[in-house]
């Protein structure tokens, strides 16, 4: 079965503060997809990130940046040099590779405050 | 180029009354998906459509909820008799339809309803 964890229910952090969103799931596929996604007020969730479970290799977007470790199921988000604008709801999410369709399976979310 | 878009965006219905909501997804995205939100919670798959047919139901999904894409462009998910537990955002979701790749779903506003 599926699961995606999130530990950490919210963060508050101080504009321009480093902060990163723990991400562990759990998949019995050796072909997996992981996401991350930004749910800002407005409530429309935003695409970030789409990993494979064949690509390890970390990314690096602007001010975002993914750490995906197989070894300890996990993929972590880290946003450095924070701003108010980042304030939302981050999910973190696992689709597992299906014939038809790719359902998603989300973990409960972090909220992250940035502070000015 | 339009994105997924959801109406109404919001519902206040009494306990009992039916419910319909509209999914307009990513022109020639061929793939549907329906997800449901609680407060505090990440979205839970509800069911899936591959241009008219629908694939899969989560069993979420009780006898009271139906979904239809009748001619694999818009969709619409109503909910019969709905109950104060029904109240959630209900959020759309498109991606290409592509087979032969993992695939990103782009999410609409979503639709929140709340039964009183």
């Known amino acids: 079965a599926q699961k995606v964890t999130q530990a950490q229910t919210e963060i508050s952090v101080v504009e321009k503060e480093d902060v990163t969103l723990d991400c562990v799931y759990e998949?019995?596929?050796?072909?997996?997809?992981l996401f991350w996604y930004k749910q800002p007020p407005s409530g429309e969730l935003v695409f970030l990130i789409r990993?494979?479970?064949?690509?390890?290799q970390n990314e690096i977007s602007g001010r975002y940046s993914w750490n995906f470790q197989k070894s300890t199921s996990s993929f972590n988000f880290t946003i450095t040099a924070s701003q108010v604008v980042d304030s939302a709801v981050y999910f973190c999410a696992l689709s597992e590779a299906e014939e038809y369709g790719n359902k998603l399976v989300f973990g409960a979310g972090t909220i992250l405050r940035v502070k000015s | 180029d339009t994105g997924v878009s959801q109406n109404p965006r919001h519902k206040i219905t009494k306990r009992g009354q039916n419910v319909t909501f509209r999914c307009d997804p990513i022109?020639?995205?061929?793939?549907l998906y329906w997800y449901r939100q609680t407060l505090g919670q990440g979205p839970e798959f509800l069911t899936y459509?591959?241009?008219?047919?629908?694939?899969?139901k989560s069993r979420l999904l009780s006898d009271r909820f139906s979904a239809e894409r009748p001619k694999g462009s818009f969709s619409t998910l109503e909910i019969q008799r709905t109950e104060q537990g029904d109240s959630a955002m209900y959020l759309c979701a498109s991606s290409p339809g592509d087979y032969q790749t993992q695939e990103t779903q782009y999410f609409g506003p979503g639709t929140r309803l709340l039964v009183l």
């Open positions: 998949t019995r596929d050796t072909t997996y997809y």
């Open positions: 459509f591959q241009n008219e047919a629908q694939l899969e």
């Open positions: 022109s020639e995205h061929n793939r």
């Open positions: 990993r494979n479970s064949f690509d390890e």
